[in-house]
């Protein structure tokens, strides 16, 4: 896709016009992969790649539920959960190590969080 469009540009009030923009959902406990990803980006596609590392994660669907439906769950016994590494939201440390690696890689075109409650625009 990069090399179709190139990095994101801007018209003059600040809507996105033409480019790629990355969005990576960090994993709770893999932010090593969430590392190599940005090192992989710098590298492989582009320094000046517009980058959005989300923290939004949070778990659902299957995630925590029981693994097995037959006898223990029928008698009530707590059993191992599904996909239990990543039963939990992601901390502020681990998106925190994530957009360092993204630095130390030469990355530095980020979306930045909000520094407020509301919505960010």
């Given at each position: 896709?990069?090399?179709?469009?190139?990095?994101?540009c801007?018209?003059?009030d600040?809507?996105a016009?033409?480019?790629v923009?990355?969005?990576?959902?960090?994993?709770?406990g893999l932010e090593?992969?969430g590392?190599?990803?940005m090192?992989f980006l710098?590298?492989?596609?582009?320094?000046?790649?517009?980058?959005?590392?989300m923290?939004?994660?949070?778990?659902?669907?299957y995630?925590?539920?029981?693994?097995?439906?037959?006898?223990?769950?029928a008698?009530?016994?707590?059993?191992?959960?599904?996909?239990?590494?990543i039963?939990?939201?992601?901390?502020?440390?681990?998106v925190?190590?994530?957009?360092?690696a993204?630095?130390?890689?030469?990355?530095?075109?980020?979306?930045?969080?909000?520094?407020h409650?509301?919505?960010?625009?």
């Open positions: 896709m990069h090399a179709q469009v190139g990095d994101l801007f018209t003059p600040g809507i016009k033409r480019g923009l990355v969005r990576h959902l960090v994993m709770p090593h992969e590392s190599e990803i090192k710098a590298e492989e596609v582009s320094r000046d790649c517009f980058v959005h590392i923290e939004q994660y949070h778990p659902d669907a995630v925590g539920r029981p693994k097995t439906r037959g006898a223990s769950a008698n009530g016994e707590a059993g191992e959960k599904r996909y239990a590494e039963n939990r939201a992601v901390t502020e440390e681990e925190t190590s994530v957009r360092k993204a630095e130390k890689a030469g990355l530095w075109r980020f979306i930045e969080p909000p520094r409650d509301g919505f960010h625009l």
